[in-house]
């Protein structure tokens, strides 16, 4: 099991930034990637980007979903079991629910999932 915790979220002006962070605890050695993804109010769930963790790709690697890349960066802290997502230049479409996810299915795609956090929720103002 891996349980995940993410934070940073909050109301924030257009134009800001946000970093968000996700901490995973439990069997945080057998993750081989984590993502962020986002919900909208009346919207589907969104990925946004994902780092390799361990195993298949070399750690550390990166995955965006085009319309997300520029704005939105993904990092981590291995030794913390971080993953974080900066999200800069803030828009109100940007208001959403943020959510990190970590994979520890050998074979899945930078899209699928095991464990999710709770999420956190971001609102952008005009």
């Known amino acids: 099991q891996v349980h995940l915790v993410e934070s940073g979220g909050g109301v924030v002006q257009a134009g800001g930034s946000l970093r968000l962070s996700c901490a995973a605890s439990g069997r945080t050695s057998s993750m081989y990637a984590m993502g962020w993804f986002r919900r909208a109010p009346g919207k589907e769930r969104e990925f946004i980007a994902a780092?390799?963790?361990?195993?298949?790709?070399?750690?550390?690697?990166?995955y965006y979903t085009d319309s997300f890349q520029g704005r939105f960066i993904i990092s981590r802290d291995s030794a913390r079991n971080t993953v974080y997502l900066q999200v800069n230049s803030l828009r109100p479409e940007d208001t959403a629910v943020y959510y990190c996810a970590a994979q520890t299915t050998y074979g899945y795609s930078w899209y699928d999932y095991d464990y999710w956090g709770q999420g956190t929720q971001v609102t952008v103002s005009s």
């Open positions: 780092i390799s963790w361990s195993g298949t790709w070399s750690g550390g690697s990166t």
